[in-house]
């Protein structure tokens, strides 16, 4: 065995006769591995409120989205048809999205009507998302969902014959408007539905048929604004773009849910990072314990490393015998750790008994690379401030 190895081991294992370098290594000990719990525990919930927080985007955005680079709408011809008939393409629906003002009583909004056709459920599980009422009828033109952030603004239910919602949009043309009743298009709806997403996402959209934003908008049958795309497997979403992108031309452009939504996916992963360095920082201050006991172990014996140095073992050594020591501390506070934690967020995501609300529980997710981050992190830290401790040991000390 390594002499420095086993001296370390020797040291880190066996009582010392000072009782307080005893309590020192054991508060020490214990930093290490509440430091490693709240680290891993803080890592997993971040990952399952991600997780959480884009199942959301999952349900209301595709996996990727055509649109036109110049205007607002293109026509759905042969060629885009034919480029989308592809094994890795499990389906494909076309959408029309435009701004609009939407009346109902004597309140007001603004917000995005979406047309859909009767593949939209087969790309975004949207039906998923509707809380009160259903779907829309597609043998019914005028029926319509609206999210629950434009239901509490107008005070529009469903199923309401007395009072319609108004939909309107400015008619295309030029010119100076004279009378601001002509210049609009106007249908009468029917909400059948209403769905609760994020509040961003529920006060912006209302889903209609796609015929009737299409006769809304003046359109012509085959002219729509997206094409939405879904792909058999999440892995192939990378190069079913590229294939897509080098078949069709460059007035088309091709967005991944991740393109489509990216400021929320790097708030997401700021808040992540910010978390980690916060903790991290609270795991060096930790550290400083590991400093101390090790400072303190090597104060206690100083007569025993005078003996090593005389005979025969040199500085280098000496050092490296607390080096090791500081860091097997750390390692076993790691190990003890994660023994703790990994059951603890194991079982909170099949069992949930720690609750955010009285129906929803505080979500975790656990990945390796956690594991591998939180391990990585803290025996770095610990090597280096085992590192720092035993460079108080020099030759004055040992002769």
Do not use: C
């Not at 459920?121 to 952030?149: C, P, Q, R």
């Not at 006991?293 to 005078?306: E, F, G, S, W």
């Amino acid at each position: 065995m390594n002499f420095s190895l086993y001296i370390a081991k020797r040291y880190l294992f066996s009582k010392s006769s000072n009782n307080a370098i005893n309590i020192i290594t054991l508060i020490a000990t214990i930093g290490v591995v509440v430091s490693t719990i709240a680290l891993f525990v803080v890592l997993s919930v971040f990952s399952g409120l991600k997780d959480f927080s884009l199942n959301f985007i999952r349900t209301a955005d595709p996996d990727l989205k055509i649109t036109s680079v110049h205007g607002k709408s293109f026509y759905f011809n042969y060629t885009l048809e034919k480029a989308l008939v592809k094994e890795k393409i499990e389906a494909y629906t076309k959408i029309i999205e435009e701004r609009a003002f939407f009346n109902y009583g004597d309140k007001s909004h603004i917000a995005v009507i979406k047309g859909v056709d009767t593949n939209f459920l087969h790309v975004n599980k949207m039906d998923t998302a509707v809380y009160f009422g259903e779907w829309i009828d597609y043998s019914a033109k005028h029926t319509v969902v609206v999210g629950s952030g434009i239901s509490n603004i107008l005070s529009v239910g469903t199923y309401d014959y007395l009072e319609s919602l108004k939909i309107s949009v400015p008619k295309p043309g030029k010119g100076y408007i004279t009378d601001f009743r002509k210049a609009l298009n106007q249908v009468n709806t029917q909400p059948v539905g209403i769905y609760k997403l994020t509040d961003d996402l529920d006060k912006k959209y209302v889903y209609a048929n796609l015929e009737l934003v299409q006769e809304l908008l003046s359109y012509r049958p085959n002219q729509i604004s997206a094409v939405e795309i879904k792909i058999t497997n999440s892995k192939d979403i990378s190069s079913v773009k590229q294939e897509l992108q080098n078949n069709l031309s460059a007035n088309y452009k091709i967005e991944t849910r991740e393109q489509l939504n990216s400021v929320f996916y790097k708030m997401l992963n700021t808040e992540n990072l910010v978390s980690y360095l916060v903790f991290t920082l609270i795991l060096i201050i930790a550290l400083f314990n590991v400093i101390g006991a090790i400072v303190m172990m090597i104060i206690d014996k100083r007569d025993n490393l005078k003996t090593l140095f005389h005979l025969g073992s040199n500085i280098k050594e000496i050092r490296k015998i607390f080096v090791l020591q500081g860091f097997l501390l750390t390692l076993f506070g790691l190990i003890i750790g994660l023994l703790i934690a990994i059951p603890f967020v194991l079982l909170q995501k099949k069992y949930g008994f720690i609750m955010i609300t009285n129906s929803l529980a505080y979500p975790v997710m656990f990945h390796l690379s956690n594991v591998l981050i939180v391990t990585l992190t803290i025996v770095i830290l610990g090597f280096l401030a085992a590192k720092i401790a035993s460079a108080r040991i020099s030759k004055k000390l040992v002769e």
